[in-house]
Structures are given as C-alpha cells and as structure tokens.
C-alpha cells in the first residue's frame, strides 16, 4: 500500500508570497494517478489537480502542479487570501484510493 | 448544475446500523464510478469506498471490510452505505464523491463532491 507524506505539516505565509507544498510516496507511483484538492474550514474537498500536473475545470493558474516518481508538488505563485486552507494529495492504485495526512497553509 | 447531497447521518449506538444516502443531479449517474470518503472530527481525508458503474466492482477500505456495504441505484440517481456494526472511529462526516476515470490518460480522482452528512457513533 502506498503512503503519502505530506510536508510541510503547516505552513504560514503571506498573501502575495508563493507556496510550496510537498507529497512524497513511499514508493514510485505514475504521476497520472496524483491529484491534490484544496479543503476549507466546514466545506467540501475541491478538486484542484489531477494527473500530477493538469489543473480542473476553474481553477486559476496561480495554482500548479508537478513532480513524478516519489515527489510531487503543489505551487501557489501567488497566494490570495482565499487560498488559505488544508491541502490534499490522493493516489489511485490497485483499485484504492489514499490521502496524504495534508497540509495547513495558514496566513503569517 | 452538476451535484451530490447526502443524507442519513445521525447519532447511532456502537454497534448499531446507519444507511447513508447520495442523490446525484445534472449529470449521468449510470456512467461514473461513484465513492464514499470520510472525515473524523479534526482529521484528513479517509476514502471507505467505491463502486463501478453498474455495481459489479467493489472496493472498501480494509477498516469497513464486511461491516460496510456500498452500492447504487441508477434508475434513482442515487448511492447509498450501508453501515453496521458501527464502532466509535466511525465518526466522521461522510461525503459521496463522483469517481472520475478517464482510462486512455491514466487519470483517476473525484472531481465532484457533497457537502457530507455526519455519523456519530456513540452511546
């Protein structure tokens, strides 16, 4: 089963400035089966990425995607004040669905 | 509009029984695999189950295996849980989730979502 470790835990900036948010799996994975999703405080997962690099229906192109193999990130080129929320990352594999622990962008 | 609505949740005594329900709109249910994820309070995600389109494949989470049971009505729109044996860890807000495949790319995830509805499990 694959594990994903996601890093920083929590993670505080300001808006304006670029965030980095890493996924690692324990082991290699194919990247089309790595997609992230932005969740707020009482609401829904939003889907944000799909395939590791492809962004969803809506979503602005501050956000971006990357990675293969172990390591995936998620950028925010520049932060908006909406954008402060947990973050996901999921894989698809061996007909099971696995989320990383997420990780808190919270205003500094 | 394309959505999902859960319903069902409630307070239930462990090892009690709850059936969770998901009404789907504005799209063609019959043509997507559909999935249950969960939420215990202050937690991540947890994904429990999912089910192909017509209901022929299953797949649970080892922690429901043979207490959970997903499965779906095409001619309703509808997905439903099927909880028993419900343990305190168990609580969670539960959301039905649209399972999106496209198989030529390798691309899987959930790209549509209810709000979710709670279980509580408790005596």
């Known amino acids: 089963e694959i594990v994903l470790t996601q890093s920083p835990g929590t993670l505080s900036l300001s808006p304006g400035e670029r965030a980095t948010l890493s996924c690692r799996a324990s082991q290699s994975v194919s990247s089309s089966y790595l997609a992230w999703y932005q969740q707020k405080p009482g609401q829904a997962p939003r889907l944000l990425i799909y395939g590791a690099s492809s962004r969803a229906t809506g979503i602005p192109d501050r956000f971006s995607g990357s990675g293969s193999g172990t390591d995936f990130t998620l950028t925010i080129s520049r932060l908006e004040p909406e954008d402060f929320a947990v973050y996901y990352c999921?894989?698809?594999?061996?007909?099971?669905?696995?989320f990383g622990q997420g990780t808190k962008l919270e205003i500094k | 509009e394309v959505q999902v609505v859960e319903s069902g949740g409630g307070l239930v005594q462990p090892g009690g029984s709850l059936r969770l329900s998901c009404a789907a709109s504005g799209f063609t249910f019959s043509s997507y695999w559909m999935s249950w994820v969960r939420q215990a309070p202050g937690k991540g995600l947890e994904w429990v189950a999912t089910?192909?389109?017509?209901?022929?494949?299953?797949y649970y989470v080892d922690s429901v295996k043979g207490r959970f049971t997903i499965s779906r009505d095409n001619a309703k729109n509808s997905l439903y849980l099927q909880m028993n044996s419900l343990r305190a860890e168990d609580t969670a807000v539960y959301y039905c989730?649209?399972?999106?495949?496209?198989?030529?790319?390798?691309?899987?995830?959930?790209?549509?979502w209810g709000k979710g509805t709670t279980v509580t499990v408790s005596s």
């Open positions: 999921q894989h698809y594999g061996s007909s099971l669905y696995t």
């Open positions: 089910i192909k389109q017509d209901g022929s494949e299953k």
């Open positions: 989730a649209r399972d999106r495949r496209i198989q030529l790319m390798y691309y899987y995830y959930m790209d549509v």
